[in-house]
Every structure is written in structure tokens, then in C-alpha cells.
């Protein structure tokens, strides 16, 4: 059975739990109640498996915050011995309107840190990333207040289908490859 290593970006704790920097968290939260799945935590962050189509994902949400995100990424594929190509991690990107989906197999950190910490530690900027746009609908100086602040009414409004759309593209990553996902997906 193909294994992959799902990695949805966040920080712990109920502060945490609704904030757009989140976004990697709730879409594996999103996936797992779909599929009537519940996380269990072990080494480095809370873990389940879902099972589709002879493949099997393994999707872990980092208990170590956001910063060290690399550390649990390292461990798990080792673990799990998944090979790179086979991961892919889910973050926020304030360069992206809201809701707009992007798939990358390599690039810059963009300034985030839980990224800069899994370049870091996996020692390449070659791995597949999902960004998940959350805009820029900050004022000046206000970037972590906005980052760490919680979804808007409206929003929330549209989160469900984006993330359902979300779900879909992991599926397919996994089914279909990280191209043919990409070309799908892409700007959605």
C-alpha cells in the first residue's frame, strides 16, 4: 500500500483553533470528520490514518507550534519511511486571496516560519507544499494580529466549500500525482 504523509500547519490550543493560521489544521479536521476519522496523539502531534483506494494517508497536525513544524515532518517520514515526494505539507499563504488554492513542488519559505523550519530540517525547498490563500486584508503593521486572528463572518460563509475542495486535492495528490494535481487544482 502507496503511503503519504499529510502535514496540515498549525499551532495547539483552543487560542489557536479558529485562526487563519490554522488553516492546515482545519483542513485535516475537515478530511477527518468526512471520513469519520479521530486523531490520536503520539510522538510530535496528533495522527490518523485514512485508508482510500489502496492507498494510505497518514495525516498528522504538528503539536510542536508552527516554528518547529519541520521536526515532526522529519520524524514521521522516517517513521512511516515515506519517501519526499510522498508528502505534502498544508499551510496558510497571506498572498493568496482567500480561499485560493495553490500546489507547488518546491519553493521559498515566503516568509513563513513554520515553512522556514521544513526547508530547515528537511534541508531542500523541493517538497510539495498546498497553500491555502487566506489575503492580505490587513492594515499596516497589523500582519500577526491578521495571521493569528479568527475567520469573518463572511469568511466562514465560504469556508466549507473551499475546504471540501481541499479534501478533494489531497485525494488526488495521493490518486493522481502531484502534476495532474496541480494542472487540476491550481488557481481554484
Do not use: C
Request: proline share 2%; hydrophobic share 35%; aromatic share 10%.
Amino acid at each position: 500500500m502507496k503511503k503519504y504523509l499529510i502535514v496540515g500547519l498549525g499551532n495547539i490550543g483552543s487560542d489557536y483553533a479558529n485562526t487563519r493560521h490554522n488553516i492546515g489544521f482545519k483542513v485535516l479536521d475537515h478530511l477527518a470528520k468526512k471520513e469519520d476519522l479521530s486523531f490520536q496523539t503520539q510522538k510530535l502531534g496528533d495522527i490518523t490514518v485514512y485508508k482510500f483506494k489502496g492507498r494510505q494517508f497518514i495525516l498528522l497536525k504538528p503539536n510542536t507550534y508552527m516554528n518547529l513544524s519541520g521536526k515532526a515532518i522529519v520524524y514521521w517520514m522516517t517513521k512511516e519511511n515515506i519517501p519526499l515526494e510522498n508528502v505534502l505539507v498544508i499551510t496558510d499563504d497571506l498572498n493568496l486571496p482567500f480561499g485560493t488554492i495553490r500546489l507547488k513542488t518546491k519553493g521559498s519559505a515566503g516568509g513563513h516560519n513554520g515553512l522556514k523550519d521544513t526547508q530547515d530540517k528537511l534541508q531542500t525547498t523541493n517538497y510539495n507544499r498546498f497553500r491555502f490563500g487566506i489575503s492580505d486584508a490587513f492594515g499596516e503593521g497589523r500582519q500577526v494580529d491578521y495571521v493569528l486572528g479568527e475567520w469573518t463572518a463572511e469568511e466562514e460563509a465560504k469556508l466549507g466549500e473551499r475546504l471540501d475542495v481541499a479534501v478533494e486535492l489531497i485525494k488526488s495528490f495521493g490518486m493522481a500525482g502531484v502534476n495532474i494535481t496541480m494542472n487540476t487544482f491550481n488557481g481554484q
